[in-house]
């Protein structure tokens, strides 16, 4: 686990080749086991594995091209409706969490399966709302890349663990 975890990045250079649809399908799976707020597991996905709309999903993440490189885009949409029901005013903030948890399940799932990722969420999401008829109350929280490296990318930065966690007390950094 700690070496799926270490081994989790970004990855914006990919291979042309393609993730076997049994690998999408665990990593796919693996959003049902997340934590939700009221158990309401408000997340939905749509995957994108045709190249045009690979494109148009770069263009409308403000041009970042790498992304139609990908072998898929996972769309992680987020239905509120029934958080909205149970939770009022917070619903924004927990529905979002709860796809957080979602997609991290999902990335590190991939990287269990030797499969590397991007998480992004410069986007339109009215342009990609309309090219995939993803309904008004639905919000499009992120775009999941997901395929082969070319070359795996180092980790640029990761915080010290002192400047990160306190003991007791905020700021107390002795155990
Ligand atoms: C909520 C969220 C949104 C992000 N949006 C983008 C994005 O739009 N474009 C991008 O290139 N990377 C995006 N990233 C990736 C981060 O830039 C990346 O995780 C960070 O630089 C650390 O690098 P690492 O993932 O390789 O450790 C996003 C990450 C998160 C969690």
């Given at each position: 686990m700690k070496k799926i975890i270490q081994g989790l990045g970004t990855t914006k250079n990919y291979l042309d080749k393609k993730i076997k649809w049994d690998k999408l399908t665990e990593i796919l799976d693996s959003i049902r086991y997340a934590p939700s707020s009221g158990d309401l597991q408000n997340w939905k996905v749509v995957v994108v594995d045709d190249l045009e709309n690979k494109k148009k999903l770069a263009k409308f993440s403000y041009d970042q091209t790498w992304v139609s490189k990908a072998s898929v885009v996972l769309v992680v949409?987020?239905?509120?409706?029934?958080?909205?029901?149970?939770?009022?005013?917070k619903a924004d903030f927990y529905s979002t969490q709860n796809c957080a948890a979602g997609i991290q399940n999902m990335l590190l799932r991939a990287t269990s399966l030797g499969i590397d990722s991007a998480w992004i969420r410069t986007f339109n999401a009215e342009r990609i709302r309309s090219l995939l008829s993803i309904p008004e109350d639905i919000?499009?929280?992120a775009l999941i890349t997901l395929g082969y490296a070319k070359k795996r990318e180092e980790k640029v930065r990761v915080n010290e663990l002192k400047n990160v966690v306190y003991f007791r007390e905020w700021g107390n950094s002795e155990l």
């Open positions: 949409c987020n239905d509120q409706s029934e958080v909205k029901r149970m939770f009022k005013g919000k499009i929280d």
